[in-house]
């Protein structure tokens, strides 16, 4: 900044065209470190919210967030007749949940996951799932 302002030191740029590429470098230099720290933080932000639900036998094992599905529809019943474990077990969780997580329809899962704050969990046939994720970014699909 010296060179542009012509104070600091003995050894200045005279030239109004030396000063200018030492301006543009500083300039530069400051654009640079700010992107660097904002991609740096948004880096750490992001990967602090990482989730450490990664598949149906994650989300069966613990008991902080709750999940559902449409009632009487085919991920209902996938549940209810499923011979996995990991899916006896959830359907049996999903049962035995008050409030009832068996809802009407796709939008109303959707909108309890909105309302829920990370607490609840909607599953959903996959184009169900895409087409809802392209309008609301705040989702997350998961397996």
Do not use: H
Not at 11 to 27: A, D, E, H, M, Q
Not at 37 to 65: C, G, P, R
Not at 74 to 89: A, C, E, G, L, P
């Amino acid at each position: 900044m010296g060179s542009i302002m012509t104070q600091g030191s003995d050894i200045l740029p005279k030239g109004y065209s030396t000063r200018w590429v030492c301006g543009l470098w500083w300039f530069f230099a400051l654009i640079m470190c700010s992107s660097y720290t904002a991609n740096l933080a948004a880096f750490l932000t992001n990967a602090a919210m990482d989730d450490s639900i990664k598949s149906a036998e994650d989300l069966a094992m613990q008991t902080k967030i709750k999940y559902g599905t449409v009632k009487k529809g085919s991920t209902y019943f996938f549940f209810k007749r499923s011979n996995v474990s990991t899916f006896q077990r959830m359907y049996a969780a999903m049962e035995s949940a008050r409030p009832s997580v068996f809802l009407d329809s796709n939008d109303e899962g959707v909108d309890r996951v909105e309302k829920s704050k990370r607490g609840f969990a909607f599953l959903m046939e996959s184009t169900a799932i895409e087409y809802q994720l392209e309008r609301k970014c705040g989702l997350m699909q998961v397996g």
